[in-house]
């Protein structure tokens, strides 16, 4: 005998593809997309990264061009790494007003005006010649204190070149708090803190590494958060919530989207989520080998971000997407 079909049959809202718009309850849109980009000092062109294929260091130029780009497709911003020519112990460059993150800032602003958020990321490994995100202490290890002085400078030097927004992902205990004051007291009260509030030490970073040429030993285990930890996430982000922060982090996304959830449950300021390096390197030599669909898959991904309360997703697929995005509301 055959069964009676029930009344409830979920498949009618899956029949076609304007139902399945139609009731969908995640979308994408190219204003919650952030493009992370790197500018090299000293280069004549744009240099390839090989363990990111599709993504280059930029020279000033072309940087410029990345960028207009970015505003064209309607994006929310992009997010700014430098590589400076020379490091030091302290990180020198950070804070020259001529110091290449600086004048890439000034040169984003310039080309895209009020069309894209600005952002900068402030932190010390990428001008470093050890590689850690802070001073070091005699003995090696990170000087926390020491270290918000270095991050204060850092604020207000990204702010005199005119970032909208500066990006604290050093995860040094009080970094919100000092940046903060430190941009109030000079008069910087419109610049905006994103705190990369849970950010994990993950093995997931590996491309950046090459990206930014970096120069660390060993890891950031004793400043970055532990990946077994969950709730200690809460804890991470009421307190830079408490301390001013405008937007929280949480980084990175795909294997941390539990606590992206949690985070996006309980915030009371916008959530930002970073599809790292590592999660785009495994799209793209996943695809390459033809073992998955390379635009479903990247569409699939960054919704899942979304799905799970980010409000913005930090992608380097950014303006590539957007564009995908245009041509299904043609």
């Known amino acids: 005998m055959t069964p009676t079909p029930g009344r409830v049959r979920l498949r009618r809202t899956r ?44 020279t000033r130029d072309s940087l ?25 112990a302290v990180g020198s460059q950070a804070t020259e007003p001529d110091g290449i993150l600086n004048l890439a800032i000034a040169d984003a602003v310039a080309e895209a005006g009020d069309a894209l958020v600005v952002q900068a990321d402030l932190c010390l490994d990428e001008f470093t010649d050890h590689g850690h995100c802070g001073v070091l202490t005699p003995t090696g290890t990170v000087d926390n204190d ?17 970032a909208h927004l500066v990006g604290l992902s050093g995860m040094m205990d009080g970094q919100t708090a000092v940046v903060r004051d430190a941009l109030d007291d000079a008069g910087h009260q419109d610049v905006a803190v994103l705190a990369y509030a849970a950010k994990y030490a993950s093995a997931f970073y590996g491309p950046f590494r090459e990206a930014v040429e970096s120069q660390l030993e060993g890891d950031r285990r004793t400043y970055q958060m532990d990946p077994a930890n969950r709730r200690e996430a809460a804890r991470e982000i009421a307190i830079d919530i408490a301390e001013g922060a405008d937007v929280v982090m949480v980084k990175p996304a795909m294997s941390y989207l539990d606590v992206l959830a949690d985070v996006a449950a309980a915030s009371t300021v916008p959530v930002a989520a970073y599809q790292v390096s590592g999660e ?51």
């Open 146 to 162: 020491a270290t918000l002085v270095r991050y204060a400078d850092m604020a207000l030097a990204q702010a005199a070149a005119g």
């Open 15 to 58: 029949a076609t593809p304007a139902m399945r718009r139609l009731v969908a309850e995640t979308r994408l849109h190219p204003a919650e997309l952030v493009l992370p980009v790197f500018v090299r000092e000293g280069l004549t062109e744009p240099r390839p990264i090989t363990s990111m294929p599709g993504v280059v260091q930029h």
């Open 280 to 330: 785009y390197a495994m799209i793209e030599a996943a695809a390459a080998n033809g073992w998955i669909e390379r635009r479903r898959a990247i569409l699939e991904s960054v919704l899942s971000i979304r799905r799970a309360g980010a409000d913005h997703v930090l992608t380097y697929y950014a303006t590539e997407l957007a564009g995908w995005l245009a041509e299904e509301t043609r």
């Open 64 to 88: 410029k061009q990345a960028v207009a780009e970015a505003a064209a497709a309607g994006l929310g911003g992009v997010m700014l790494f430098a590589i400076p020519a020379v490091r030091d």
